[in-house]
């Protein structure tokens, strides 16, 4: 089983709704976890469980909500995780701490540069107590080099090891209003995404799947869900 942490104040259940769905058509058993204050994934992805915690079955993939670690989720299940890959989406110190987020297979620092977003995803570097390797994936227009150098300078005195390969993912009109069309639907639609996007989620998923799967095939499985009604 892989973990993989998305970590930063940034509002990122879109993305991973996107990356769960793209890696299930892949053939992989995956679990999204919401571990964020404002459980987002309780309002936008559907279900007909009202209770603090559950799990859910949305197209394919099981999204944990309400949960505070592995263990509350493993009770609910009644057993231990059996999954592919386990997607965690981390807004605080606390779940970084309780998710055990270093001993994640990967983490990834999500981030555009906005005030809010940096400053909170800087509350959880805070809590690192050892050194802890992070992919950048910022969220930019522009994604300049002086943006990428002044992440490095708020991060200097935190124990971080930015991985050498940065992810920008574009902030477009476009996809949001495909995230709004998804939430309307209860569906995970990617037509109408950017190409831009689209090979963002691409190349983020090669790094989860450390190339087991090509780019090549990923694209394909790109456009077979781009082709879904």
Partial sequence: MKTVGFLGGYDKIDMMLYIA??????????????????????????????????????????????????EEIEQYLGKSLNYDIVLMDIDTPEAFRNFEAYDND?????????????????????????????????????????????LDYLSSSYKVVWNENIINFPIEFGS??????????????????????????????????????STKEISKIIKKIEKEV
Avoid: W
């Fill in 21 to 70: 769905r793209i890696l299930t058509v892949a053939q992989k058993q995956v679990l999204l976890i919401d571990a964020t204050a404002t459980q987002k994934a309780r309002y936008v992805v559907p279900t007909i469980d009202s209770g603090q915690t559950y799990i859910t079955n949305f197209v394919g993939f099981d999204v944990a909500v309400g949960f505070n670690d592995i």
């Fill in 106 to 150: 990967k983490n990834y620092f999500v981030t555009a540069f906005d005030l809010y977003s940096l400053k909170k995803g800087l509350e959880i570097l805070n809590a690192c107590n050892e050194t802890i390797e992070l992919i950048k994936v910022i969220f930019s227009n522009t994604m300049s080099k002086e943006e990428n150098q002044y």
């Fill in 176 to 213: 949001y209003s495909v995230a709004m069309d998804n939430q309307t639907t209860a569906r995970i639609k990617i037509k109408g995404l950017s190409e831009q996007y689209k090979k963002s989620l691409n190349y983020l998923i090669s790094f989860i799947l450390d190339d087991e799967i």
